[in-house]
């Protein structure tokens, strides 16, 4: 089992950046996929971007790729989200999860741990 903690979120101007970490407890925490996902007020969680257990792979969401960069770093037991060009459809509670199925995967079923969430707002 593992535990999630996200931090980094905050109110950032459009065209801003900002970078997110997800702090996860226990000690096999290079033997979960992880992966950021995001929910907007009055809409469904959405996949974000994921990474392999090694941090060798990497998939992103149509509406981000280029602009997020996901990356894990094993010996801290910390997976992260740098966000650029922050745009304000971007505002959402933003979580992390993890898995422990083969590959990564943007199904949320997939996905047996969560946090509880970081606000990103973005202001016009």
């Known amino acids: 089992q593992v535990q999630l903690v996200e931090s980094g979120g905050g109110l950032v101007q459009a065209g801003g950046s900002l970078r997110l970490s997800c702090a996860a407890s226990?000690?096999?925490?290079?033997?979960?996929?992880m992966g950021w996902f995001r929910q907007a007020p009055g809409k469904e969680r959405e996949f974000v971007a994921a990474i392999s257990r090694s941090g060798g792979s990497t998939y992103y969401a149509d509406s981000v790729k280029g602009r997020f960069t996901i990356s894990r770093d094993n010996a801290k037991n910390t997976v992260y989200l740098q966000m650029n060009s922050l745009k304000t459809e971007d505002t959402a509670v933003y979580y992390c999860?993890?898995?422990?199925?083969?590959?990564?995967?943007?199904?949320?079923?997939?996905?047996?741990?969560w946090g509880q969430g970081t606000q990103v707002t973005v202001s016009s």
């Open positions: 226990g000690r096999t925490f290079s033997s979960y996929a």
């Open positions: 999860a993890a898995t422990n199925t083969v590959g990564i995967s943007r199904r949320l079923s997939n996905y047996h741990y």
